[in-house]
């Protein structure tokens, strides 16, 4: 019965092993369970890369809560700022009240912080009546430790805050708050 089709002898065969089986004139094509497997793990595997790319957007550190912080001019070791920043964190945007001590404060003890956080990086502008500092900086660490920061300032030129100059700054997040959430 099939010997003048040599085409379809070859689909009998093989439709055993075949879980799609096409015939034609000249060819017999059988897909087979480990075909689909295969096209599956690479489709698996493209989404997987996919999902974890997250199209090139990272979830930001959270830094909300209470960070103490030291800044030190670059010319002056006795006009060292010291304070406590109670930070609230929207986003990527940070910002909350400071309270500060320490020889270069000039002009009492509030001020502002505000900025925002990119990966681990900062940039951050403190302010005190007409005065910014300029903070930028990377944020090392995390849970279940706190976290810590550090960098370079730039002040603005007035009466309050160094008047003007660079310097370094550190800080740390308080272990009550270094939750990450």
């Not at 295969?38 to 909300?64: A, E, H, N």
């Amino acid at each position: 019965m099939l010997a003048g089709c040599p085409g379809l002898h070859q689909a009998h065969s093989k439709s055993a092993n075949c879980l799609e089986l096409a015939v034609t004139q000249h060819h017999v094509h059988c897909r087979t369970i480990a075909a689909y497997m295969k096209s599956g793990i690479c489709i698996s595997l493209l989404l997987l890369v996919v999902f974890l790319s997250g199209c090139g957007s990272t979830q930001p550190l959270f830094l909300g809560g209470t960070w103490v912080f030291t800044i030190t001019p670059s010319g002056s070791t006795s006009e060292v700022i010291q304070g406590s920043a109670t930070l609230t964190q929207l986003g990527n945007s940070i910002f909350g009240p400071v309270t500060f001590s320490g020889s270069g404060t000039s002009c009492g003890t509030q001020g502002m912080m505000s900025g925002t956080v990119n990966g681990n990086a900062v940039s951050l502008h403190l302010t005190q009546s007409q005065n910014t500092l300029s903070l930028t900086g990377l944020v090392t660490g995390g849970p279940p430790l706190t976290y810590n920061a550090s960098g370079k300032y730039t002040a603005s030129m007035g009466q309050c805050l160094q008047n003007g100059g660079t310097g370094a700054w550190s800080a740390f997040l308080t272990p009550n708050n270094a939750s990450g959430f």
